[in-house]
């Protein structure tokens, strides 16, 4: 089983800017999500992708927006960046069933600062 | 509205004394209960879930939570904490509705341990 795996590990961008965040999912998973963490807190859910359409959503602006590809890697692509936005930014990724709540698997993250 | 509250952002204990790291929800639905741990520059790993059953819930590296209903709570404990425990830890709770994406964290709480 390959892993979760973000890229890249660490970004510097300047206020105004756009950035695009990438995740490859884990092999067999149909499902992503994005997490922010930003420095001493815990992760706060940006939105969540199933088979390539957004499937809820978190308390974060439309300048928040994601893609999801056929091979269920995944993209988070924050426009017009603001000093607030910097943050560790997580994927994980999940095989969905009818059962509901498969284990999470998170990347190491992507660190992004806004300068 | 779903939840979690960790009480104490940080915790020191001896090597090979009881850890306790206290967690508290609020869900208006049946939840599902999980511990993380993140190890520095690393995503996350689950540690453990509560689900539906037994509410004592045994995880990796001898952890282990108990859910009580009548106090909304989801402790994390290990009776003897060893040097490789240090890491900050989360508590997270979603509802049986959604997928195992949509994760509601806390704030973590930093554990560390002491020779």
């Known amino acids: 089983e390959t892993g979760v795996t973000q890229s890249p590990t660490h970004l510097i961008k300047t206020r105004g800017q756009q950035v695009t965040l990438r995740c490859s999912s884990q092999?067999?998973?149909?499902?992503v999500s994005w997490y922010q963490q930003a420095l001493g807190q815990g992760p706060q859910f940006i939105f969540q992708?199933?088979?390539?359409?957004?499937?809820g959503r978190g308390n974060f602006p439309p300048r928040f927006s994601g893609l999801q590809f056929p091979n269920y890697s995944s993209e988070l692509n924050v426009n017009a960046l603001e000093l607030d936005d910097s943050a560790l930014y997580l994927c994980a990724s999940s095989r969905e069933s009818r059962g509901g709540n498969e284990k999470l698997f998170f990347g190491s993250g992507t660190q992004l600062s806004v300068l | 509205a779903q939840s979690v509250t960790q009480l104490g952002s940080h915790v020191s204990v001896s090597e090979g004394a009881l850890v306790l790291l206290r967690c508290n929800y609020s869900?208006?639905?049946?939840?599902?209960l999980f511990w993380y741990v993140q190890y520095p520059n690393q995503g996350l790993q689950l540690l453990l879930k509560y689900t539906t059953g037994a509410t004592l819930v045994k995880g990796i590296n001898g952890f282990e939570a108990e859910f009580k209903k009548s106090e909304t709570s989801f402790h994390l404990t290990k009776p003897s904490a060893h040097m490789s425990d240090a890491a900050e830890y989360f508590c997270?709770?979603?509802?049986?509705?959604?997928?195992?994406?949509?994760?509601?964290f806390g704030q973590g709480t930093e554990l560390s341990v002491k020779p």
């Open positions: 992708y199933y088979r390539e359409e957004e499937n």
């Open positions: 997270a709770v979603s509802d049986r509705l959604n997928q195992g994406g949509k994760l509601i």
């Open positions: 869900s208006s639905v049946p939840p599902y």
């Open positions: 092999s067999g998973h149909n499902t």
